[in-house]
């Protein structure tokens, strides 16, 4: 019987960005995964809704300008990233509901794991973090990267 090495692992990853230390931690992680598992690496980043920024037109428009420079930011990061591991990345942007889109995305690219950065936000321990509710789902393999 002969073994096949490095195809047992997850043919696609999918993992969740939004620029904060966790997340990047990871996206570093998921790249590392993904390059020896030859993997297709997925990254995801959703831009929430302005919520009571809208009110406002000039608060909304500065919260837009710098959704979108934010985004931009993290595209070079990443794209930067993957040329000097020589993997590739397809960068994908969402609006919406992080949980909402996430399992949008999951299910588009047909994601055979998840990776998340954990939530530093306090009241995620009581109404649970993006991550937690991922796993709670049971729809694919979730790992929160600390």
Do not use: C, N
Not at 54 to 66: K, T
Not at 100 to 128: F, I, K, N
């Amino acid at each position: 019987m002969d073994a096949e090495l490095g195809t047992d692992g997850p043919k696609v990853i999918l993992v969740a960005v939004d620029g904060s230390v966790t997340s990047l931690r990871a996206g570093s992680y998921a790249a590392g995964l993904a390059r020896r598992q030859g993997s297709r690496l997925v990254v995801g980043h959703v831009v929430q809704p302005l919520g009571t920024a809208a009110l406002l037109p000039q608060a909304a428009g500065a919260a837009i300008e710098a959704a979108r420079e934010m985004v931009e930011e993290l595209r070079a990061q990443i794209e930067g990233r993957a040329a000097e591991t020589g993997i590739e990345v397809e960068f994908r942007v969402a609006e919406g509901s992080p949980y909402h889109e996430l399992v949008v995305m999951a299910e588009e690219v047909r994601a055979e794991l998840v990776v998340l950065g954990a939530s530093t936000a306090p009241g995620h321990r009581v109404v649970g973090s993006v991550g937690a509710r991922m796993i709670r789902a049971g729809r694919w393999p979730v790992v929160v990267v600390p």
